[in-house]
């Protein structure tokens, strides 16, 4: 049934709420006990433009007059270059009162010692310190002597220099081979150096403590022949690393012993 239009304007208030109650005072009990619907306003957002310094993109913006960035690097190096030329120029000759003549060493120093640099920046191989000496420029007292150090030496021994040792193969006192110890064991330069240098002293010591003379041990050369078949140049194949071997290199004991040639008589007639 529909109401009519006085009807629905008294129902209004009812008929608009959440719930509708057909007891007018309970509906307006919980109206007043709801709160007022509160209106947030929105946010809007600042559409003015933003100010940007232009003074700080001036160096970027190119000139009608520059050049490109390569012709400035360019241009830098030839400045560097042109700068060591000028220190080559007035600075190198001044170096002339600091020159020394060069003195050969002695006989009393036979010791080569080696280090590395990297320019002064740091690095773990800067504090080894390698000594390299002929033996047969060290105090050893007789070749029983001699013969002892290359077997305590061990691997440190060669025949020839090493190749970083700075010492030509044709000078003077490599009759005996060479001998090679480093360190880089300790954090200073100075120590390892020193226990290099000690640890020359007690071989030297017990090469000439001539109470046990090793003669009956020979020489130790296989990690020679290791580095010749390693370097794969000719050496490794059979009989080049040294000669070819025949009967000359056994034992004479083991030799067989030629059977004696009987003598013929001048008289005897062959039958």
Known sequence: MALTRPCRAAFAPLIGANRFHTCSVLAARQNAAAPAPSRTRRAVPNLEPF?????????????????????????????????????????????????????????????????ISYGGEPHPAAVKRTIVVPVARLPLKNEEAIHKFKVLAGVRWTPDPPTDSGINPEENGGEHGYFKISCEDFPKPAMNLKWASDTLDRLLAAANDLSETFSDIPVDTRHIEARTRKAKKGGHIYGKQTHRPSLKDFPKEWLPVPKPQAVAEPGASSS
């Open 51 to 115: 100010e940007i310094d232009e003074d700080i993109f001036e160096d970027q913006v190119p000139q009608e007059d520059d050049v490109p960035e390569p012709t400035h690097k360019y241009l830098q190096q030839q400045r560097s270059v042109l700068h060591y030329l000028r220190l080559i120029e007035h600075e190198m000759p001044k170096l002339v009162a600091y020159r020394k003549p060069f003195v050969p060493p002695d006989a009393s120093q036979p010791l080569v010692v080696r280090s």
